[in-house]
């Protein structure tokens, strides 16, 4: 994969963008395994949900994404995503225990 800069066509710039969504889909999927091994260690519904974790996490995301120059809405919004998506898998397996 070049680098953005290295990109000569826009077939280049396609192929960097494609291997880096692979790699951000894994990482995703790594990423579940984790909220997967934490739920071994709650207890009840407000251990999942966990909004003062919630809180932090978005504010620490928020950060990284203006060190990153990203825009930290939209980096929040697409958190914010991640997370119920996940606590609804943790729900979901939690009751099911």
Do not use: H, N
């Amino acid at each position: 994969m070049k680098y953005p800069e290295d990109c000569e066509s826009i077939e280049d710039v396609r192929q960097g963008i494609d291997a880096l969504d692979r790699e951000i889909i894994a990482r995703l999927g790594r990423r579940a395994r984790y909220v997967e091994a934490a739920a071994r260690f709650k207890t009840g519904e407000s251990d999942v949900r966990a909004p003062d974790r919630q809180r932090m996490m978005l504010a620490e995301r928020r950060r990284w994404a203006e060190e990153s120059g990203l825009d930290p809405d939209v980096i929040e919004d697409i958190y914010r995503t991640l997370i119920s998506y996940f606590i609804d898998r943790e729900m979901q397996r939690w009751r099911e225990t």
